[in-house]
Nanobody, 115 residues
Framework: QVHLVESGGGLVQSGGSLRLSCAAS????????MGWYRQAPGNQRELVAT???????NYADSVKGRFAISRDYTKNTVDLQMNSLKPEDTAVYLC?????????WGQGTQVTVSS
């Protein structure tokens, strides 16, 4: 069982920046991939960014060029730097970790972007 705790959400004006952090309960080298999903009210959960153990990174088209995912093996964290935020980025952001066929989820952190 991998426990994940997110932090860094909040309220920001359009064009602003936030940095989310996801702290894992164990060595993140032991998982195949980690990343971030988001879910806005009435919408399906959307993959935002992912980073594999091999270092491959993928972003949703809607955040390419604005968001950047990174990891720190010394802290067992995966961060999401979000720049040029837009009101449509408003959602609950959830960290996940994948180990083979099992997904582990954090509790989520709210990001609200005002226009």
């Amino acid at each position: 069982q991998v426990h994940l705790v997110e932090s860094g959400g909040g309220l920001v004006q359009s064009g602003g920046s936030l940095r989310l952090s996801c702290a894992a309960s164990e060595n993140i080298r032991s998982v195949a991939a980690m990343g971030w999903y988001r879910q806005a009210p009435g919408n399906q959960r959307e993959l935002v960014a992912t980073i594999t153990n091999g270092g491959s990174i993928n972003y949703a088209d809607s955040v390419k060029g604005r968001f950047a995912i990174s990891r720190d093996y010394t802290k067992n964290t995966v961060d999401l730097q979000m720049n040029s935020l837009k009101p449509e980025d408003t959602a609950v952001y959830l960290c996940y970790a994948q180990r083979v066929y099992t997904y582990y989820w954090g509790q989520g952190t709210q990001v609200t972007v005002s226009s």
